[in-house]
């Protein structure tokens, strides 16, 4: 019978939605397992073949544990809210939600083009998701909770005495009780000392001021990324070389009110909590990294000639004698206030040039030096010298205290630093080796005049210099992290609106009664004239607090209640939030099924669910979606709203499918196209072709490319041989590149189970690998002789019989069943894929039919190819779907062998082979083959000499 895969993957695909097969329970008997992926941001691009490599190993590892007993959770929704559909929707004009729900569910754009969408694409693939708990971040009934979030970070801080978020109104009462002398929190930098009585004594407006500054969400003026053509503020993550990773555009340094997470607070407690997860060693370094903690001591320097100081952290306490300048970040307001007259023009000039560059970029640019000298001096804590102040982008304002005490004999950037500007270096210096390694334990003995430290090893210096510092209230020791608070407002329409509004200019939430606070509708989604964002075109957005709803703008301040000048009308948040923010807590609304209205996340489902066991998705999300899911949950259980401190157990990062690109060969200055063969040597410009306009030979279609751009339409083609070559070189699979390959038309061409089983064939899961469409048809003339085995002619019956299995079959079977299940416990599924080819191989030569080997050999491969092998289940006479079926049990005595096939030599040289079983004795051995009719023909009536048995190995007839 013909594997017609189509009609086969439609039918079943119908049946498990019909059938709701792989929708979870929320209580059951078997144990849980959650299976999860990174969820799509639903671009009109659609799927290429690279994006569902993740979703298919999940998918794969979660159809396994359902074989193995296991209640599993798989959902998948979408991370629909974003700068994408923002920014399609300026150029077109239609509303985000609009082609948000079409990216998703499929139809037709504004201009024509029909879109698949993403359910649609990913169900053609065969994913066993549970599609009844479908997440989309954009729904408001979603993003109420997100609302809700937002505003318990509002209403918390952090105490440090007992490392923990509580709510703000323990804090309004110690501030009653005793002020803030002894309140240990993360708060805010330069905190005001208030007693019991005065905190009694201040205003409304003046207690909010101050509880801002503890709060866990809070206002504050940022140095952002500011992209002037995007009109909005982009995090680090966003900004590739300088530029917006989105259209490429210029990014600056600029000043602004935002709001910010204070996830600063959690910096221990993120470092300390990765040695618990099962996570590469490489992604928990990018983390590590990330928050960067440092141990060390801050320094105090007076400004001569001014009232204030400069702190700095150091982790070098020790070299405090060897300070020969300050360096400050350019952005610091003090640089304006302490530059000098005749520095000022200089000052300003490179406070400019640095604004146009990404904190990312000043990081890693080692090489370049530059700076400028304020005219200032700071004054030197032990000997009250003079030490000259300059600005320098290596120094940034959110690292530490934004300014550095510069050693040029401890630090290679500092030394640097003083040659290119002629910074006068002690002759002392001279000739000293300037790295850490060298310098731990020589620094204090070198640097002159280094008074109570001379002599001193490294740790010991250390610790006597923070202790001095603190003696003369210059410093003390500290430890500080690199991790700094994350900014969480955006000058964007399509994000969730913060449930806040401002009265007497500050922020007041909105209670969770009255949410989801939704977007309105305005006629553009750019920032208006005046710079505010977009949501400051709508004409109704302001709170009445009395009827708890949105009204017209025109009612603020307005008496609208008679001999009232306050009509509690207050003007609604512009910002929205950044896309980070539904996706960090999406996998919790996954767990809940009933109650959505009711709860973010029930207890029960939490209770149940725990935390996520296996998450897969990218590496490029270490900074950003890990850390900030990891904070929220932290955050969330100090709360008493989840049960877990750590959101995802296990995480493996799958690598990327490359596309390889094909390349035409324009002569400079021409419309001639020279054949790769005839391209070496000349001057040629290498374009991009569509790969659809590629054979597997590497010949273009020259009509079809033509045709395709209207520049290329007169083009002349120098062909060699009669046909034009195109170059091949493998990049990143991308629209840009013409590289895409669509998996609906693999899965048309050559079906789902295919497209499933090459993916996992590539290579190793977390391994870059290219796709070639040309391999395709390996895989796919496996699973037709995969069909065969089952199937025998061209009638539709199956031909499995009841006959016991031969030896041979078992031994094919149980190894299989061995290194399947070793293969996907590993996340070796390339593997496993070639395993399969060598079982068909093996049961095809040895034309078994025993249901006693097909039946679980189509369990086997039932995570990989499920449409297949549903299909030959159903057939082999189960009504129940196979995923209801157990995992086949390895059974070790199927490879124990029992006989031995001995090579019969005479004279050292080997004549026949004789299968005999393992424990036969040597002499039976020796009888026996004394007593074969080959040994007597060889023979030939002579006597042998003797006979060597070595049991298990030979049998060697001496005559």
């Known amino acids: 019978m013909k594997y017609h895969f189509n009609e086969i993957e439609a039918k079943w695909q119908k049946y498990w939605a019909d059938k709701g097969t792989f929708n979870a329970s929320n209580s059951s008997d078997k144990p849980k397992y959650y299976v999860l992926d990174m969820f799509p941001y639903p671009s009109g691009a659609g799927l290429h073949v690279g994006h569902p490599l993740g979703y298919i190993a999940s998918d794969v590892y979660a159809r396994y544990k359902r074989l193995k007993g296991f209640n599993v959770l798989h959902p998948q929704g979408y991370d629909s809210f974003g700068l994408p559909a923002e920014q399609y929707a300026i150029q077109t004009g239609q509303h985000p939600a609009v082609t948000t729900k079409v990216n998703i569910e499929g139809g037709v754009d504004n201009q024509g083009n029909e879109i698949a969408g993403y359910r649609n694409q990913l169900d053609k693939i065969g994913f066993s998701f549970d599609w009844s708990r479908e997440v989309r971040t954009s729904n408001p009934e979603y993003y109420k909770w997100t609302q809700w979030i937002f505003t318990e970070l509002f209403n918390s801080w952090y105490n440090n005495d007992t490392n923990k978020a509580e709510g703000i109104e323990t804090l309004v009462s110690a501030f009653a009780k005793e002020g803030n002398g002894n309140i240990k929190a993360a708060c805010d930098d330069n905190i005001e000392p208030f007693t019991a009585a005065q905190w009694n004594d201040f205003s409304e407006n003046e207690k909010q001021a101050i509880l801002l500054q503890y709060r866990l969400t809070y206002l504050a003026e940022t ?78 320097f007076n400004l001569k000639d001014h009232d204030k100081k400069i702190e700095v952290f150091t982790t070098r306490p020790d070299t405090i004698f060897g300070v020969s300048f300050m360096t400050l970040a350019p952005e610091l307001d003090l640089v304006q206030e302490i530059t000098t007259p005749e520095q000022k023009e200089e000052v300003d000039a490179y406070i400019a040039s640095t604004a146009k560059r990404s904190e990312r970029e000043r990081m890693a640019d080692v090489k370049t030096i530059t700076g400028a000298f304020t005219g200032a001096y700071a004054e030197h804590p032990f000997t009250k010298e003079p030490i000259p102040i300059w600005i320098g982008d290596y120094v940034l304002a959110g690292y530490g205290t934004g300014a550095v005490m510069a050693v040029p004999c401890g630090d290679q950037r500092d030394y640097d630093f003083a040659k290119h500007f002629g910074i006068a270096i002690p002759n002392v210096f001279e000739g000293v080796d300037i790295s850490e390694e060298a310098f731990a334990d020589k620094a204090a003995t070198v640097i002159a005049n280094s008074d109570f430290l001379n002599g001193l090893k490294y740790k010991k210096a250390v610790k006597l210099a923070i202790y001095e510092l603190e003696k003369i209230g210059a410093g003390s020791g500290k430890t500080n992290y690199r991790l700094r608070d994350a900014v969480f407002s955006r000058q964007r329409y399509w994000g969730e609106p913060f449930p806040v509004y401002y009265k007497d200019g500050m922020p007041q939430m909105i209670d969770i009664a009255h949410l989801p606070l939704t977007l309105p509708e305005i006629e553009k989604y750019l920032p208006t004239e005046d710079g505010e964002p977009p949501l400051g075109r709508a004409d109704v957005w302001a709170w009445d607090t009395k009827t708890n709803k949105v009204v017209s703008n025109d009612l603020i301040g307005s008496s609208a209640v008679e001999n009232s000048e306050d009509n509690g009308i207050y003007p609604l948040e512009l910002n929205t939030m950044p896309g980070w923010a539904g996706s960090s807590w999406y996998f919790f609304r996954y767990m809940e099924k009933a109650q959505r209205d009711a709860v973010f996340a029930s207890k029960e489902a939490m209770d149940y669910w725990g935390n996520v066991d296996l998450y897969i998705g990218g590496s490029e999300h270490g900074t950003g979606h890990l850390l900030y899911s990891r904070f929220w949950v932290k955050f969330l259980k100090d709360r008493g709203h989840v049960s877990v401190d750590e959101p995802f157990q296990k995480m493996i990062n799958q690598g990327m499918i490359l596309g390889t690109s094909a390349f035409v060969y324009r002569e400079e200055n021409s419309n001639t196209f020279l054949s790769l063969g005839l391209s070496k040597d000349k001057q040629v410009q290498p374009i991009h072709a569509p790969v659809a306009f590629v054979n597997a030979s590497d010949e273009l279609d020259v009509e079809a490319f033509k045709k395709w751009r209207p520049e290329f339409k007169d083009a002349e083609f120098i062909l060699e041989d009669g046909v034009y070559k195109v170059g091949r070189e493998v990049e990143k699979m991308s629209k840009s590149k013409y590289n895409v390959v669509n998996p609906d038309k693999i899965c048309e061409q050559y079906g789902a189970d295919t497209l499933r089983m090459y993916e996992m064939f590539l290579g190793p899961l977390e391994q870059a690998k290219p796709w070639n469409t040309a391999g395709i048809t390996g895989v796919h003339n496996f699973l037709k002789k995969f069909w065969k085995l089952y199937h025998n002619g061209p009638e539709a019956a199956i031909n499995v019989t009841d006959t016991p299995a031969s030896k041979d079959s078992l031994k094919t079977l149980h190894k299989t069943i061995k290194k399947v299940q070793e293969d996907i416990e590993n996340f070796s599924f390339n593997t496993s894929v070639s395993t399969f080819m060598i079982a068909a191989n093996e049961l095809s030569v040895q034309k078994c039919t025993s249901r006693e080997v097909l039946e679980p050999l189509a369990i086997l491969i039932a995570p990989y190819a499920p449409h297949i092998a549903e299909e030959l289940w159903s057939k082999l006479g189960h009504t129940e779907s196979i995923s209801e ?54 023979l030939d009536g002579r006597t042998p000499k003797k006979v060597i048995v070595v049991p298990g190995k030979i049998v060697n007839i001496v005559g």
């Open 223 to 300: 140095e952002v990324n500011w992209c002037p053509a995007l009109g909005t503020v982009l995090a680090n993550d966003e900004i590739v070389n300088g530029v917006s990773e989105r259209g490429g555009h210029t990014v600056v340094r600029k000043k602004m009110t935002q709001w910010s997470m204070r996830i600063s607070a959690y910096a221990e407690r993120l470092l300390q909590g990765l040695d618990s997860l099962d996570w590469s060693e490489s992604i928990k370094e990018t983390q590590r990294n990330w928050i960067g903690k440092s141990v060390g001591a801050t320094v105090s």
């Open 885 to 938: 079926a157990g995992f086949p049990v390895f059974e070790e005595k199927h490879l124990v062998e029992s006989a031995k096939n001995y090579p019969i030599s005479f004279n050292g040289k080997m004549k026949f082979t004789l299968e005999l079983p393992l424990d036969m004795s040597k002499d039976e051995i020796e009888k026996t083959v004394m007593a074969h009719e080959k040994t007597q023909m060889y």
